[in-house]
């Protein structure tokens, strides 16, 4: 069994900053890509940004040049650093990890509890 933890979400300002982490455990043999999507309210769940196990990037126009993210392979985490928030990006902010498993069968994709972002104007 695989679990996908999302953590670092709150409230700021317009302008500020968060970094978000997302930690993988149980029974991994290994991670492929892993990312990061939100949902806002009455909005479909749109990507935010990939991240494959080679650190090959993606990010969705909206958030190119204000938000990065990065990996660290040995601790299976993920973190996406958001900078210049605006309101806009306010939503639920759900992590997700492709897994083999340690039986490797897979790859299964993951997905974390979520975690509210709020950016008041």
């Known amino acids: 069994q695989v679990q996908v933890v999302e953590s670092g979400g709150g409230l700021v300002q317009a302008g500020g900053s968060l970094r978000l982490s997302c930690a993988a455990s149980?029974?991994?043999?290994?991670?492929?890509?892993m990312g990061w999507y939100r949902q806002a309210p009455g909005k479909q769940r749109e990507l935010v940004a990939t991240i494959t196990s080679g650190s090959s990037t993606n990010y969705a126009d909206s958030v190119k040049g204000r938000f990065t993210i990065a990996r660290d392979n040995a601790k299976n985490t993920v973190y996406l650093q958001m900078n210049s928030l605006k309101s806009e990006d306010t939503g639920v902010y759900y992590c997700?990890?492709?897994?083999?498993?340690?039986?490797?069968?897979?790859?299964?994709?993951?997905w974390g509890q979520g975690t509210q972002v709020t950016v008041s104007s």
């Open positions: 149980g029974s991994i043999f290994s991670i492929n890509a």
């Open positions: 997700n990890a492709a897994v083999t498993t340690q039986r490797v069968t897979g790859p299964y994709v993951y």
